[in-house]
């Protein structure tokens, strides 16, 4: 199975900050990754879609880049709205694999 | 608008069965594979199985291969997750999730339901 390691499990950040969350396949994925926000007691949401293209209705500050083997998430001006804890999926193949996810607080 | 409503967790004892049900509107439901995914108290998502548009092609996670019947019925746009041999590590929400393509069956989920909480314990 696709091992994909999620960095920083966790950061405090402010309002306003640029936001970097990293994913890193254990093989070659193309651009099939995904980024999810999930909100406590929510179910995920789709942020962005084959690693770079931005799922409809989600803010422009959020953006996706990568290919192959590394991947980014970006918050380019963090909001108190996008708190929350984002995941990276995996849809190369089977079996599916998450992140272990990262946890954005409040500064 | 498209809508997932999950609906079947519960209370179950280890060893025993649930069957989760997944009713969507708001899309041309055979179109589109449509996958389980679960979150275990305080932790991360875990994907648990995706079925194909027909029905004709499944796939699980190691942890649930053997136990758990992914099905659909595209005549009641509903999609169903038979869960047989529960242990206390199947503790979860479930979600139930539409893949965004019609392409493959794999892809990113852009529509997730609620959620359904399935406990098992004696």
């Known amino acids: 199975a696709i091992q994909m390691t999620q960095s920083p499990s966790s950061l405090s950040a402010s309002v306003g900050d640029r936001v970097t969350i990293t994913c890193r396949a254990s093989q070659g994925i193309r651009n099939d990754l995904g980024w999810y926000q999930q909100k406590p007691g929510k179910a995920p949401k789709l942020l962005i879609y084959d690693a770079s293209n931005l799922q409809s209705g989600v803010p422009s500050r959020f953006s996706g880049s990568g290919s192959g083997t590394d991947f980014t998430l970006t918050i380019s001006s963090l909001q108190p709205e996008d708190f929350a804890t984002y995941y990276c999926l995996q849809d190369y193949n089977y079996p599916l694999t998450f992140g272990g996810g990262t946890k954005v607080e409040i500064k | 608008e498209v809508q997932l409503l999950e609906s079947g967790g519960g209370l179950v004892q280890p060893g025993g069965s649930l069957r989760l049900s997944c009713a969507a509107s708001?899309?041309?439901?055979?179109?589109?594979?449509m996958s389980w995914v679960r979150q275990a108290p305080g932790k991360g998502l875990e994907w648990v199985s995706t079925i194909s548009g027909s029905g004709g092609s499944t796939n699980y996670a190691d942890s649930v291969k053997g136990r758990f019947t992914i099905s659909r019925d595209n005549s009641k746009n509903t999609l169903y997750l038979q869960m047989n041999s529960l242990r206390a590590e199947d503790t979860a929400v479930y979600y139930c999730a539409k893949v965004g393509t019609t392409v493959t069956t794999t892809g990113s989920f852009d529509y997730w339901g609620q959620g359904t909480l399935v406990t098992v314990s004696s």
């Open positions: 708001g899309f041309t439901f055979s179109n589109y594979a």
